[in-house]
């Protein structure tokens, strides 16, 4: 069965610091990978989705960026942590082939940013 | 473009009460629904679907109906549990948008003993 992780699921970091938040599926191959924000009491806003190993679309723009080195590997960094970039962070999976769209969820990692 | 919007949050409810969620969305063509709820401090799991207009999801004892001629995708319990205390997400998705899913703004259900 497709397992999805991601770590670390809490993070506290300064103003200025550097981020790096890291996402693996297994049990999949070639699945399509996303990073969602949910800031405090909102929605979730798609950051950047990828189709495939260094295919990465961005969503909005913003003080994020995103890699994925592996087909299984789904990497959300920033170079400078802003306040705003508080918030708790997920990465979802889905399959390329599927016409429905259905997405499955890591357990989320929460940054707060003092 | 495509949007989802959801009922207002919180709703608290006794358990045992009737829930509804109310959920409507625009979209050209026909998306797939979905009802995703976040337990707290978790991710989101998908709770139902329904990928074409009649459909029905249904799931724990939560029902959705995809209604093309309202636009709407109501979730629905005939009895709450203290268990069901979560965030809900009501969200669609176009299969040539590369699967990405476009979430309503989520609606906080709260269930008292």
């Known amino acids: 069965s497709q397992t999805i992780h991601q770590w670390p699921a809490t993070l506290v970091q300064p103003v200025g610091s550097p981020l790096s938040l890291e996402c693996t599926v297994e049990g999949t191959s070639n699945p399509n990978l996303y990073w969602y924000r949910q800031a405090a009491g909102r929605g979730l806003q798609l950051l950047f989705y990828s189709v495939g190993i260094g295919q990465i679309s961005s969503e909005v723009p913003q003080n994020l960026s995103a890699s994925r080195p592996q087909d299984r590997q789904f990497i959300l960094s920033s170079k400078k942590l802003l306040l705003s970039d508080s918030g708790f962070y997920l990465c979802a999976w889905s399959q390329q082939t599927s016409g429905t769209g259905e997405l499955f969820f890591g357990e989320g990692s929460r940054l707060t940013v003092l | 473009g495509d949007s989802v919007t959801q009922m207002e949050g919180p709703v608290t409810l006794s358990e045992e009460a009737f829930l509804t969620i109310n959920c409507t969305y625009t979209?050209?063509?026909?998306?797939?629904l979905f009802w995703y709820v976040q337990y707290p401090g978790e991710g989101l799991q998908l709770l139902l679907k329904?990928?074409?207009?009649?459909d029905k999801g249904s799931n724990k004892g939560f029902e959705a109906t995809y209604r093309k001629e309202t636009t709407s995708f109501h979730l629905e319990k005939g009895s709450v549990q203290v268990s069901d205390s979560a965030v809900y997400f009501c969200a669609l998705s176009r299969y040539n948008q590369g699967g990405k899913l476009i979430f309503g703004q989520g609606t906080e259900l709260s269930v008292k003993p």
């Open positions: 329904a990928t074409k207009a009649d």
């Open positions: 979209a050209t063509g026909y998306p797939s």
